[in-house]
């Protein structure tokens, strides 16, 4: 094995822990302490959530774009400022500077995600290592089960919630300087910035595009308000330091294990599965508020989110040309199903004191999502019936 490789993807491993595991899902085990101490409705919360996702459609779409200087550059600046902006959290406690902060930093975690995965994807398919961007997308959950456990510890420790913001800007910028060490620079950054980014809208792209927002939507709602579901039951309240690490956790190899299946099966009809056992994992928590279902919750939408991300851009990366444009607005597409998923359940949450209908509306989508994607591979296999 190629050691430059390996160092690489684990660049690519703390890049992605930071700009995403922690940068924008950290918000989730802050969430319910966050809640009850400045206070803030569930509707408030739910702005704040669709404010990060705004962010990161905006992002996404600035990074389709031609900019000036090399991909890792742009990386490692959008690292600096996701630590900032999780520094600035603990600073305030008045709702425009929360949205603010979650706005920038979503942008920050999007260009963290676009610069890094075409940097170290691009740079383990030079080298014929392609398998190890397993790793690199194995960060977002590393990112989530250690900021989580972190929380946690603070938490019973009795920190108020500032601290935990403090702690999480600490991980992520000790996390950025590795990444710095461990990403080389780019060999030829100034044909980096050079080079056009065009995509063409295919019918079966298209398919897939739609689909990923709605992928976005679909999990969104639980990956936002589950820890914030565990605190309000008094029968699972219990669970709130586990649940959040449980999900980070189930993450972690789910990435390895959807793409390789992926290369068995066809990487759209696995992605299709995906979306249905993650349906099943949403469905559960909305039928049956119980600590195995919540569980299960946990489980199967931490087990299949990041899978289900790395599937659509593996997907998207079947084009010619610099992937960067295709991935942004697959990107995009994503985060536009999530701006809607916490601002809607938030103010359902509120009006009816529940998020089953919320929920239910995500499995919805996620079944039309994998709906979507079989229409895509279908598309694919119209155009090329050798494949």
Request: proline residues 5%; contains cysteine.
């Amino acid at each position: 094995m190629n050691k430059r490789a390996l160092w690489l993807s684990f660049g690519g491993l703390l890049a992605m822990a930071a700009g995403i595991g922690i940068g924008r899902f950290v918000y989730t085990p802050i969430l319910p302490p966050m809640v009850e101490a400045v206070p803030l409705t569930k509707a408030q919360a739910g702005l704040i959530a669709s404010a990060n996702f705004v962010g990161y459609f905006a992002g996404a779409l600035l990074a389709a774009i031609r900019l000036p200087g090399s991909r890792r550059v742009w990386l490692l600046a959008s690292l600096a400022v996701t630590a900032i902006c999780l520094l600035g959290m603990g600073l305030t406690t008045v709702m425009p500077a929360f949205i603010g902060l979650r706005l920038i930093a979503g942008a920050a975690s999007a260009f963290a995600l676009i610069f890094s995965s075409a940097l170290v994807i691009d740079r383990l398919s030079a080298t014929g290592q392609g398998a190890l961007s397993a790793i690199h997308f194995a960060g977002v959950g590393v990112g989530i089960a250690v900021s989580a456990l972190i929380v946690a510890v603070l938490l019973r420790a009795g920190a108020a919630w500032p601290t935990l913001w403090f702690a999480s800007a600490a991980i992520a910028a000790a996390a950025s300087l590795a990444v710095g060490w461990l990403v080389s620079p780019d060999e030829a950054p100034a044909q980096a910035a050079q080079t056009a980014v065009g995509v063409r809208l295919s019918a079966d792209f298209a398919a897939l595009l739609l689909s990923y927002g709605l992928f976005g939507f679909g999990y969104v709602i639980t990956a936002t308000f589950i820890v914030d579901m565990v605190r309000g039951s008094p029968t699972l309240a219990h669970l709130e330091p586990y649940i959040w690490v449980l999900f980070g956790l189930s993450a972690v190899p789910s990435v390895a294990v959807w793409t390789g299946l992926g290369r068995r099966w066809g990487v759209l009809p696995i992605y299709a599965v995906a979306c249905a056992v993650e349906a099943i994992g949403v469905a559960t928590s909305a039928l049956w508020l119980h600590p195995a279902s919540i569980v299960i919750s946990a489980v199967f939408v931490g087990g299949t989110f990041m899978g289900l991300t790395a599937l659509g851009l593996v997907a998207t990366r079947s084009g010619s040309g610099d992937p960067r444009g295709r991935i942004a607005l697959m990107t995009a597409s994503f985060s536009f199903g999530q701006i809607l998923g916490p601002a809607f359940a938030g103010y359902v949450y509120d009006a009816s004191g529940s998020l089953a209908t919320p929920l239910l509306v995500a499995v919805a989508t996620l079944v039309l999502a994998a709906a979507l994607s079989l229409v895509a591979e279908a598309r694919r296999r119209a155009v090329s019936p050798s494949t």
